[in-house]
């Protein structure tokens, strides 16, 4: 293992977008078991302190990994197009419409069934974006788009989260 590979390297999985998950899961625990600090521990405390850093960079490479959005973002930045999400929020006044009428309907939402028909609108977009980032990383190569597209994926599952709230407090 080198601390210099990125999360792909040290994974030994493609640069791409699309990933297969249980080849994810199976590397992670393979690598925890290598890098596991007990197996360190006749070798004293300056291994294991080397290994309790390799646990955490493994974990913290797995974590971006296994998410599609924290990947793709991650992908953007290796690529040189970062996603700056707190200081370009410029987005297709499409988009910027959909957005308005999700939250409009979400204030207006009184049942349990509008706001899971809202939530299946809101579905098929995170599909349907998550499926344009896939073309748009590997097949495309476009990393300003597909930066664009992480930013708008960003919005989506921010409005999915207020979605959740709101069943919350309507005590669903």
């Not at 405390?45 to 793709?72: C, F």
């Not at 998550?130 to 599952?157: H, K, N, P, S, Y």
């Amino acid at each position: 293992m080198n601390l210099q590979s990125d999360d792909f390297e040290l994974f030994a999985v493609p640069r791409r977008f699309a990933q297969d998950r249980a080849q994810l899961d199976a590397r992670w625990k393979e690598l925890q078991r290598e890098a596991h600090p007990d197996r360190f521990a006749a070798q004293g405390p300056a291994a294991q302190r080397v290994a309790m850093q390799w646990s955490v960079r493994i974990n913290e490479a797995y974590q971006r990994l296994k998410d599609p959005l924290k990947r793709a973002a991650y992908l953007c930045e290796l690529h040189g197009a970062p996603i700056r999400a707190e200081d370009n929020t410029a987005m297709p006044a499409q988009f910027l419409m959909q957005q308005m009428q999700w939250r409009e309907a979400l204030e207006e939402a009184e049942s349990p069934a509008q706001l899971d028909a809202l939530e299946d609108d809101m579905d098929g977009e995170r599909r349907a974006a998550t499926t344009r980032l896939q073309q748009l990383i590997d097949e495309q190569q476009d990393w300003a788009g597909a930066a664009r597209e992480v930013r708008a994926l960003m919005f989506i599952a921010r409005f999915g989260r207020d979605i959740e709230l709101r069943r919350e407090q309507q005590g669903q």
